[in-house]
């Protein structure tokens, strides 16, 4: 890759690390319906000047209510209701394990032994998050929270078939897709007296953190990201997600003050290093077709 390009990666997780900090001071404003379908209006303004790509309309909802309303609403429903930033960040990624495994029930896209190994070590790490469940957030939030892996790797998948749209259109679109069901959602949840209320004494770091998380984050950074997997083999770019977590725990521990007791810090770091095994290893074998 390019020394620029590399600084993109970089950059790209950094952001998204941060953005799970910015989502978390704006859940102290907005509900997660709120805050959630906030995030892709402002992400899905560039629509207004872009024209829709030519994707079927059950294909981009599917790819929207998967990759993008599942997973974020699930993220904000989960750190809403006490879920560490750090771990949410943890947790999200574990999206690795699902991908591979739900390709290979679809797609018959066999895992290498690297990659079965991977799925193992991360798989125990979830395990060893899950004996710290209870103490300091329900399971009922933490079962919410694993909504959003499982709908980022379906998500994963239906995107290939959306292959030669333009990237940056096809997300601004996703994000439109989204947030029309996410504010009909906020207004029978929340209400429309609720919801007016929060939108116009909106202070200034609740703004500030809704376009963290919907312009850059979720707009330019998924573009960005976008272009270097279009530029370069999935290979050379995905391991640079697994910084993600790092920033996210990183920053949520300073901003926050947030600490891991040994079980759940030893299982974050195992889930990271089970991820790391299954990006790093070899593209898996398709399984011949049957008669």
């Not at 993220?75 to 999200?92: C, D």
């Not at 029978?188 to 963290?212: A, E, K, R």
Request: hydrophobic share 60%; net charge positive.
């Amino acid at each position: 890759m390019k020394p620029a390009d590399i600084l993109i990666a970089i950059l790209v997780a950094i952001i998204w690390g941060l953005a799970f900090v910015a989502s978390r001071i704006a859940l102290d404003e907005f509900s997660p319906e709120l805050m959630t379908a906030m995030r892709f209006a402002i992400a899905a303004l560039p629509c207004l000047f872009i024209p829709k790509p030519k994707v079927a309309w059950s294909l981009l909802i599917a790819i929207s209510f998967t990759l993008f309303l599942g997973q974020f609403l699930s993220q904000a429903y989960g750190i809403a209701h006490g879920v560490p930033v750090g771990l949410t960040s943890v947790v999200v990624q574990s999206q690795a394990l699902f991908t591979i495994g739900f390709a290979a029930i679809a797609f018959g896209e066999r895992p290498t032994p690297m990659q079965s190994l991977g799925i193992g070590i991360a798989a125990a790490g979830l395990l060893m998050i899950c004996g710290t469940v209870g103490y300091d957030f329900s399971v009922g939030a933490f079962a919410m929270l694993m909504v959003a892996p499982i709908c980022f790797a379906v998500g994963n998948l239906l995107l290939r078939g959306a292959r030669g749209a333009p990237m940056f259109g096809l997300f601004a679109w996703l994000c439109l897709t989204a947030a029309v069901p996410l504010f009909v959602l906020t207004l029978i949840v929340d209400g429309p007296m609720p919801t007016f209320q929060s939108l116009i004494h909106m202070s200034l770091t609740g703004l500030i953190c809704l376009l963290m998380i919907g312009a850059i984050s979720t707009s330019i950074a998924y573009w960005l990201w976008g272009r270097l997997l279009r530029d370069y083999p999935a290979a050379q770019v995905v391991p640079f997600a697994l910084l993600v977590p790092f920033v996210g725990s990183a920053t949520s521990s300073i901003v926050f003050g947030e600490r891991f007791g040994p079980l759940r810090l030893a299982g974050m770091l195992t889930v990271i290093g089970g991820i790391a095994v299954m990006v790093l290893a070899k593209r898996p074998q398709v399984l011949p077709k049957t008669a």
